[in-house]
């Protein structure tokens, strides 16, 4: 069948969303193959597909890109390319243009799935004979400014969510089709994850501010945006204190530790990892940062939400929640103890939200054994065997 070759954006969260679709396509026989930074390379591999070093010259295995852990991987990574222009006497575009020819030479790929996020940067370098591409948005946010939409206006993005977990208001573009969730349900773990801890006997709380709640937003004060999220998750905490009835299973980022927080219940499990699929099946809620492929996990497991938006399209992820009544969503600047408990129990309290869910879950099945983003891709597979049948 034909060589297909994912460029996600360089975030575990954008990694997760693509590898059930990846994982189907294999299944069909295609070959799969990742682009990405040696970072990442042991994720990828875990999950089965073939691992391409990306800016390897740039970033080597021994050294991993980040190094202010204020930026995104990309911000970094874009500084790091700036620099080493300048250094070779080059412009950053010539740099990214190189690195795509490079790679398509190793892989020669038949379709290019490129992560939105990365249009800005690599759809200009891009060259006449290049492999087609497909554009794929882990977020149901419009990911381009105007200039990149000009650039990607005769280009599919696929959307990796039923359309029915949208505002009924959203107007897209054209060229946006909104396909199967593509929840991996089966994506590896890893070990360590302090089992022998969870209290089965307890209602289980799961909480989580996602894979990139350790940078911040240009333009915002770094520190005042990691002590915001102490705070919240402090008053997280401390509705434990007077729930015994519930276990607690909070993720921390690389910037918090257990030790910021003080008078930590019995029942409160702070960990830097959970395995957050298996923990879902048993929880009876999830309080999430408004992350789709959280979102997407809960609606799949039949989870009620507390959403607390962070930043960017968690923002309207958090207004779909509340919006569909799969959850309530609150701003997590002014959440209190009193506020997230007072919440906590509305969930508890009203069966809505689990029937609601259940309604949802079962248009994300639907949509999911549809298969719609396989079928346009493989069109589109079909459309390049035809044009050089013809030529």
């Known amino acids: 069948m034909a060589t297909i070759l994912f460029m996600m954006w360089p975030e575990t969260g954008h990694l997760n969303a693509s590898y059930q679709l990846a994982k189907t396509l294999k299944s069909r026989a295609h070959a799969i193959a990742y682009a990405q930074l040696y970072e990442f390379e042991?994720?990828?591999?875990?999950?089965?597909?073939?691992?391409?070093?990306?800016?390897?010259?740039?970033?080597?295995?021994?050294?991993?890109v980040r190094r202010d852990r204020s930026l995104s991987v990309f911000e970094e990574l874009g500084v790091l390319c700036d620099q080493f222009a300048s250094d070779q006497k080059t412009t950053t575009l010539e740099l990214m243009r190189e690195e795509l020819n490079g790679i398509f030479g190793r892989v020669k790929p038949d379709l290019l799935i490129m992560d939105s996020y990365n249009a800005r940067f690599l759809i200009p370098a891009r060259r006449v004979g290049d492999p087609p591409c497909i554009l794929l948005s882990p977020t149901i946010v419009d990911p381009y400014d105007d200039k990149t939409a000009a650039?990607?206006?005769?280009?599919?993005t696929l959307i990796l969510c039923p359309e029915e977990f949208d505002?009924?208001?959203?107007?897209?573009?054209?060229?946006?089709?909104?396909?199967?969730?593509?929840?991996?349900?089966?994506?590896?773990?890893?070990?360590?994850?302090?089992?022998?801890?969870?209290?089965?006997s307890k209602k289980l709380v799961y909480c989580s501010l996602g894979t990139q709640s350790h940078w911040s937003e240009e333009g915002t004060d770094h520190a005042s945006?990691?002590?915001?999220?102490?705070?919240?998750?402090?008053?997280?905490?401390?509705?434990?204190?007077?729930?015994?009835?519930?276990?607690?299973?909070?993720?921390?980022?690389?910037?918090?530790?257990?030790?910021?927080?003080?008078?930590?219940?019995?029942?409160?499990?702070?960990?830097?990892?959970?395995?957050?699929?298996?923990?879902?099946?048993?929880?009876?809620?999830?309080?999430?940062?408004?992350?789709?492929?959280?979102?997407?996990d809960c609606i799949f497991l039949r989870v009620p939400m507390l959403a607390f938006p962070l930043?960017?399209?968690?923002?309207?992820?958090?207004?779909?929640?509340?919006?569909h009544g799969l959850g309530l969503a609150a701003s997590i600047q002014t959440a209190s103890t009193e506020s997230i408990s007072l919440m906590m129990g509305q969930l508890e309290r009203d069966p809505g939200f689990k029937s609601r869910l259940e309604a949802m879950r079962k248009v994300f099945l639907r949509i999911e054994r549809e298969q719609r983003?396989?079928?346009?891709?493989?069109?589109?597979?079909?459309e390049k065997v035809n044009a050089h049948a013809m030529g």
């Open 42 to 64: 042991a994720a990828v591999c875990a999950e089965g597909f073939e691992f391409v070093p990306f800016f390897s010259e740039l970033v080597p295995k021994d050294r991993p």
């Open 151 to 156: 650039l990607v206006s005769n280009m599919t």
């Open 167 to 200: 505002l009924p208001q959203r107007k897209n573009r054209p060229n946006y089709r909104y396909v199967e969730a593509s929840c991996d349900q089966q994506r590896s773990v890893k070990p360590g994850f302090p089992w022998d801890r969870v209290d089965e």
């Open 311 to 323: 930043r960017g399209d968690q923002i309207g992820n958090a207004e779909r929640v509340a919006f």
């Open 373 to 382: 983003a396989v079928t346009i891709i493989e069109e589109r597979l079909a």
């Open 225 to 296: 945006t990691q002590r915001g999220i102490r705070n919240f998750l402090q008053s997280v905490i401390s509705v434990m204190a007077g729930r015994a009835d519930c276990q607690l299973v909070m993720t921390l980022s690389d910037q918090v530790r257990a030790e910021d927080f003080h008078s930590v219940p019995a029942n409160a499990l702070l960990v830097n990892y959970a395995p957050q699929t298996e923990i879902l099946t048993k929880a009876s809620l999830a309080i999430t940062h408004g992350g789709l492929n959280t979102i997407k």
